[in-house]
């Protein structure tokens, strides 16, 4: 239900926007005239799962404005939902009824590069390839990679804390941002672009906004460690017969590989079959397996790693623990084996609509979830190959390196009676083994209500007292997270 301590935008409010932002391109108007079509993109999630009903869209250039904004807002009691690359999964980055949006895509300014420190300074609307090209050139990488980084935002991702690919190499956001600025709901800028490594001075505020979710205030601005690039990049992808051997192979990389390991994913063989229907994309290896990892490794010595990796390779084959694989030849092969990784969330949604859980969960538990999952799927006759049956499959994949295992659901239509099976009995799974019902996603919309299967009274005391002390009025991006 629409919190009706909002205000209701006026012609008057627009107005105001308009003459503070200056510039037409900077905003979409839905309350003086038909912005039609044009507004969909803002008020719908990736998934087409979550739709809001904005009638305003304002895209600040800079910190000032974000800072006149949130005033603006805070005084006239008008929600907002601040936006990013809109590529979040939980259905946090839309309106839930009329909140405004604050899209940061026009705040996307490289704003320093230091190559002896690796720190980067940057707007939060850079896009995070952007970001990530650019310091390519300088021999340098951003410490973060997923799918999306096409369209996120380096603010989304830090408002989302997200993992990613690399997770295991380089470690979380919360390590690597140094400082951040941002804006807080009554205008107040927070200038804590701290360039330093370490910095023992007081309360680290910042940790507050990463993973915030947008909750407390908008991230104009990041500073970021930045590794150096490896000059050698290569990739194996490999089938396995059992989850168990999935285990051997990842404790047996982490043995040969070690300091050149960069990613250890997995997917299992249903979710390589679907990614394979879907795109029409042919898989690596002849065959099926039940288990598909991938591995890259980044070094210094190209052929010195792809020596490694092969010799990895040939020894956990010879073991018995992978039953085929192959190492990449060239740059067109590493992309080809990243797609059937990367590619998968897309094409999940190739036969109507995903459910999907982002858990972590004891490794070596982690598997049983998915096929379990499908076994009550089964029972309830909800899963087959026919129309008349919702789902189509239940697959599971993810960051084998970090113990986040993403169980998807994929289905003809969303359905009641499908949502009734998985929830809470996929949330009870994960608190019974103490594991997290959101591993790097975050909560949003759609995990809210379970919160309590991850976090204690406490806990969620705690963060009711941090949302209060920042956003007294509860403007930030309400109806979600607390
Ligand atoms: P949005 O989706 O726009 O927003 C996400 C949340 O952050 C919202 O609550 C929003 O209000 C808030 N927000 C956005 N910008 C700001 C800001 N500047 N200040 C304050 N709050 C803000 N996630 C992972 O963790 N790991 C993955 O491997 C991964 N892979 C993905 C692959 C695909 C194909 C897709 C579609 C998504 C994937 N995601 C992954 C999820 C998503 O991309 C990340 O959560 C990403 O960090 C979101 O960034 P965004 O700019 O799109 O943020
Ligand atoms: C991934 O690892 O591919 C992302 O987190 C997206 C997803 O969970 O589908
Ligand atoms: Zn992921």
Redesign the pocket.
């Known amino acids: 239900k629409r919190d009706s301590k909002f205000a209701e935008l006026t012609p008057e409010h627009v107005k105001w926007f308009r003459e503070t932002l200056g510039t037409d391109s900077a905003i979409l108007d839905g309350v003086n005239q038909d912005a039609g079509d044009d507004m969909e993109p803002f008020n719908s999630?990736?998934?087409r799962k979550y739709r809001g009903h904005a009638k305003l869209v304002v895209k600040p250039g800079n910190t000032e404005e974000v800072s006149k904004i949130l005033k603006y807002c805070n005084d006239n009691m008008l929600a907002v939902?601040?936006?990013?690359?809109?590529?979040?999964?939980?259905g946090?980055?839309v309106p839930v009824f009329d909140e405004i949006v604050i899209?940061?895509a026009r705040?996307n300014q490289i704003r320093s590069f230091d190559d002896v420190s690796g720190i980067l300074v940057a707007d939060?609307?850079v896009?995070?390839e952007v970001a990530d090209n650019f310091l390519a050139e300088k021999n340098h990488i951003f410490p973060?990679?997923?799918?999306?980084k096409g369209?996120?935002?380096?603010?989304?991702?830090?408002?989302?804390?997200?993992?990613?690919?690399r997770?295991l190499r380089y470690g979380s956001l919360h390590g690597n941002v140094l400082g951040l600025e941002?804006v807080l709901p009554d205008g107040t800028i927070v200038d804590d672009l701290c360039k330093l490594r370490k910095n023992n001075t007081g309360y680290d505020i910042k940790q507050l906004?990463i993973g915030?979710?947008?909750?407390i205030?908008?991230?104009?601005g990041i500073s970021i460690l930045c590794p150096q690039r490896s000059n050698a990049l290569n990739v194996a992808y490999f089938g396995l017969e059992s989850f168990e051997k999935v285990q051997e192979a990842f404790r047996e990389a982490k043995n040969q590989l070690g300091e050149i390991l960069s990613a250890f994913e997995l997917m299992d063989g249903r979710s390589q079959k679907l990614y394979n229907t879907a795109s029409g994309n042919r898989l690596p290896l002849e065959g099926e397996h039940p288990f598909y990892c991938l591995i890259e490794t980044s070094g210094s010595n190209t052929e010195h790693d792809q020596e490694k990796l092969e010799a990895f390779l040939e020894h956990v084959m010879g073991e018995e623990i992978v039953s085929d694989g192959v190492v990449a030849q060239d740059q067109t092969q590493i992309k080809e084996l990243w797609g059937c990784r990367?590619g998968v969330?897309?094409h999940l949604g190739h036969w109507g609509g995903v459910y999907k859980y982002?858990l972590s969960i004891p490794i070596g538990e982690m598997y049983s979830l998915v096929e379990e999952c499908r076994e009550r799927m089964m029972k309830a006759g909800l899963l087959g190959d026919s129309e008349d049956k919702p789902v189509v499959d239940v697959v599971g994949y993810g960051?084998m390196g970090d113990a986040n295992l993403h169980l998807n659901v994929p289905v003809r239509r969303y359905d009641k009676a499908v949502e009734k099976e998985l929830e809470p009995w996929v949330y009870e799974w994960v608190q019974k083994r103490h594991g997290s019902i959101s591993?790097?996603?975050?909560l949003?919309i759609a995990k809210k209500p379970f919160i309590g299967y991850s976090r204690s009274e406490t806990m969620v005391r705690l963060y009711k007292q941090i949302k209060d002390l920042y956003d007294p009025n509860g403007i930030m991006?309400p109806y979600?997270?607390i």
Not at 81 to 88: D, F, I
Not at 212 to 215: A, C, I, L, Q, R
């Open positions: 999630d990736w998934m939902v601040p936006q990013g690359g809109n590529t979040g999964l939980v946090g980055s899209n940061l705040m939060g609307g896009i995070l973060l990679d997923l799918g999306a369209s996120c935002q380096i603010g989304g991702n830090v408002a989302t804390n997200a993992g990613g690919l997770l941002a906004f915030g979710e947008g909750t205030g908008i991230i104009t990367e969330p897309e982002d960051h591993a790097e996603h975050g949003g991006n979600k997270y």
